[in-house]
Each structure stands twice: as C-alpha cells, then as structure tokens.
C-alpha cells in the first residue's frame, strides 16, 4: 500500500480493477478545501490514457511490475514471437499488446516486455530505431516550398513523413513514440 505522497512518473498501481502507470502527477493545494492529486494513468493492459483525482493522503495498492528485455523475432498470424536472450526461451503474445507500437517493431529488435507475474501486459520500444527505406516517390530538385516533406515507406511497412533528400534504401533513424523521422543515418550506397 502507498498513499498519494509515494506518486512519482512510473509507479504501477492498481485502480479500478486495472493495472496503471502514472504518466503524470500534480499536488493541488486549493485555498479553500482539502488537497488533492490530479493524474494522467496509463492503462497497461489497454493502453487507454485517463485522468483521474485522488484526495491527498489517499491509499492505493502499489503493483509490481518486471521488464524483461526480449528480442522480437517474427509475427505469425495474430502473435507475435519473441525469445528471452539468456534463456533462449521463446514466448508468444498477442499482437493487440503491442498497440498502434506494432507498426514500428522490426524483427531482430530488442524490446522491453512488462510482466506482472508470469502475464504479459505490454511492450516497450527503444525509443529510436533505425529503418531502411523500402520506397518513396524522388525528389524533385529545388523543391523546398512546400517544406512539409514526402511519405516513404520503412522496412516495417510503416509509413514516415521525411524530407525530400531521403531516396529508396536510405537508413532513417525515427522515434518510435511519435512516429517522426529525426535524421538521415546512412545514405543508400
């Protein structure tokens, strides 16, 4: 058991008959009442964001949540296969864990798995991966107007805005939580 004082940006708690991550917090000392605690929660099991308030001094039952790092080896229908890199074991999740993040996992990639016990409740990406560009329309010289880039396609099948001087096989660094190209790291050979 914590109270509200124990919150910090992380701490896994149980709420509602679901399992957090408080993404956010703030202690509000209004003039006139009690204090209170305003929250953005994550949902580790749905990935739905809520906001919720607590009462100062409030008790809430503190989870434990373990990330495994595992490596992701292919997609099979609806699952996805990843193995333990010290034990060689190879566990199977649903693809619907892994959320709109799915788009941006690419076989050989290091991710981390959130477990609560022996249950499996999402994954975490690093958060800039490295792709080839797999296609995208070329550039046309001097066309710097529009300033807002071209679409192309990574390994992933994903698609990324990036800027016009980006061509097919092309190795882009993107940030996986916003799905925005940060730089150009190898140009096609």
Same mark, same amino acid.
Do not use: C, W
């Given at each position: 058991?914590?109270?509200?004082?124990?919150?910090?940006?992380?701490?896994?708690?149980?709420?509602?008959?679901?399992?957090?991550?408080?993404?956010?917090?703030?202690?509000?000392?209004?003039?006139?009442?009690?204090?209170?605690?305003?929250?953005?929660?994550?949902?580790?099991?749905?990935?739905?964001?809520?906001?919720?308030?607590?009462?100062?001094?409030?008790?809430?039952?503190?989870?434990?949540?373990?990330?495994?790092?595992?490596?992701?080896?292919?997609?099979? !229908?609806?699952? $996805?296969?990843?193995?333990?890199?010290?034990? +060689? @074991?190879?566990?199977?999740? =649903?693809?619907?864990?892994? %959320? /709109?993040?799915?788009?941006?996992?690419?076989?050989?990639?290091?991710?981390?798995?959130?477990?609560?016990?022996?249950? !499996?409740?999402? $994954?975490?990406?690093?958060?800039?991966?490295? +792709? @080839?560009?797999?296609?995208? =329309?070329?550039?046309?010289? %001097? /066309?710097?107007?529009?300033?807002?880039?071209?679409?192309?396609?990574?390994?992933?099948?994903?698609?990324?805005?990036?800027?016009?001087?980006?061509?097919?096989?092309?190795?882009?660094?993107?940030?996986?939580?916003?799905? =925005?190209?940060?730089?150009?790291?190898?140009?096609?050979?």
């Amino acid at each position: 058991m914590a109270t509200t004082a124990d919150f910090r940006n992380g701490l896994t708690i149980q709420f509602s008959g679901d399992i957090y991550q408080i993404v956010e917090f703030q202690h509000v000392k209004p003039g006139k009442g009690g204090a209170f605690v305003r929250t953005k929660l994550k949902s580790l099991t749905k990935g739905k964001v809520i906001d919720n308030t607590f009462r100062a001094g409030e008790k809430v039952d503190v989870v434990r949540v373990e990330a495994r790092k595992m490596q992701y080896l292919y997609r099979e !229908a609806n699952s $996805l296969i990843f193995m333990d890199q010290e034990t +060689y @074991e190879q566990i199977l999740l =649903e693809a619907s864990l892994a %959320g /709109d993040m799915i788009k941006f996992l690419k076989e050989g990639e290091e991710v981390k798995i959130l477990f609560h016990g022996s249950t !499996a409740l999402g $994954l975490e990406l690093p958060f800039f991966i490295e +792709y @080839e560009i797999e296609s995208t =329309e070329p550039g046309v010289k %001097g /066309d710097t107007v529009s300033g807002s880039g071209k679409p192309a396609t990574i390994e992933t099948g994903a698609v990324v805005q990036v800027p016009f001087f980006i061509e097919v096989g092309d190795t882009i660094r993107v940030d996986t939580r916003t799905g =925005e190209y940060m730089e150009r790291v190898k140009a096609k050979e």
